[in-house]
């Protein structure tokens, strides 16, 4: 595919050389992408580079790619890069800025006669394909109908695969159970909260740092974590938090990797209903003593990728319609607890000080989050660059909590792959400040699991 040599870091020989042509979209996508290249030669099309000109001005993360994109660009430029091509650096190939002929402009209008920026490019694509015929000539492009339209020309095309996710299988599975464990070894776990040295199992396969599942034997069983900073299994207790008990074995080891402060990046997977945001909620009201500040974003992306209009109002205002969710949650929690409790006037105060706060991710950038319980919610409408913007952005004594439903993504050029969410559980798994739970039965109602399940 497309970046598959640079994704499994493979050198090209000079046999294999080829030809890239880069679509606007894949730059919005990340701004780096020169850097995946290798030994192959890119050529931008000019049409890309206005397009690139549309998206500059904004504050959501598309824009910054574009405006990135450019100052990279403009620190390689050389009277070459329009003719012979920009040297990209040792061991890489050459950059071009290129336009198609009016001859060959006439050629793809034969097929799609509408003038269209992804007809231009197809032009280019066809032009470098036909002057250099040994080599082979790929557009890569996050843009299915582009890359459907370059093929039916007899032009290869290819979707941008650095960043995505092989096991996506990941993403389908319930908690583990391991049979067949020594009886005594689960007994002595109930008896030792510190747990059992994991010297003392014989599992046959190799566990993560904070992995949880299940333990049977032939007369008991016990829910279990991997403990990687004491090197032991542990019991994992039913706990509720605030008012919110979990009401199966995934929601049982959500919660207590939530609680964990050792566990300082958390994801939560699952389809609709599963719990995901209000678990990790109720988990962030419990651990207000140890987190200065309670931030719950999401990014502004509606249902289909249709915006709502103009909205009435000031700031808070305005993204209140598409926060709602989160205070949905923060409802549902304040149903669970009395009229008159001292957890609701504990979440009224926190509101009201500040200390618990509903916004926009947009507003996030730039920011350094201190001793914070961070909720990033519907992460896989993300990138993989704004999920490491986001993290980047962690200070001493935060705690990150990334939630989504893959299945629900609403953003265009992202997929099951591709997205932010997804990236971020395969690059940290393994590694002992990451924990990753995977929500499977849906509990909001019987409803809502049989339209997740046969819808």
Known sequence: MATSTASKGKRT????????????????????????????????????????DKFKKGSDQINFNARA???????????????????????????????????TGKKIAEAFPEKTADNRILSVVWEVAEKNRETRTILVSKDINLRMKARSLGLVAEDYINDKVVDVDLFDRSETAIEGVNPDLIDKMYTLPE?????????????DPNQCFILTSERNSVLARYNPFTQTVQKVEKTGNFGIHPRNAEQTFALEILNDPKIKLVGLTGKAGTGKTLLALAAALKQHRTYQQILLARPIVSLSNKD????????????????????????????????????????????KS??????????????????????????QNLTPHEVKTIITRAGEG?????????QQIDSPY??????????????MRGQNLFAHVNLVKGERSELSELASNLL
């Open 195 to 207: 747990g059992v040295d994991l010297d003392e199992f014989e599992f046959n396969i190799k566990l």
């Open 13 to 52: 020989t000079k046999a294999t050389k080829k030809n890239f042509i880069i679509d606007t979209n894949v730059i919005l996508h990340d701004y780096k992408c020169l850097d995946n290249f290798e030994e192959n030669d890119i050529y931008i099309p000019f049409v890309v580079l206005e397009e690139l």
């Open 308 to 351: 709502l209009g103009y909205l009435p109002g000031d700031e808070k205002q305005k993204i209140a319609p598409y926060m709602q969710p989160l205070f949905d949650n923060l409802n549902v929690i304040k149903s669970q607890l009395g009229k008159n409790s001292s957890e609701i006037q504990l979440i009224d105060e926190l509101q």
């Open 414 to 427: 992202l997929d099951t792959w591709s997205n932010g969410l997804a990236y971020m559980i395969d690059k």
């Open 398 to 406: 935060t705690k990150m909590v990334f939630t989504g439903d893959l």
């Open 354 to 379: 500040g200390r618990l706060e509903i916004e926009a991710l947009a507003f996030i950038r730039g920011r350094s989050l201190t001793n914070t319980f961070c909720i990033i919610d519907e992460a």
């Open 69 to 103: 994109f450019v100052r990279e660009l403009d620190l390689i430029t050389d009277d070459d890069l329009f003719t012979n091509g920009a040297e990209l650096g040792l061991g890489r190939g050459k950059l071009y800025i290129v336009n198609a002929s009016f001859d």
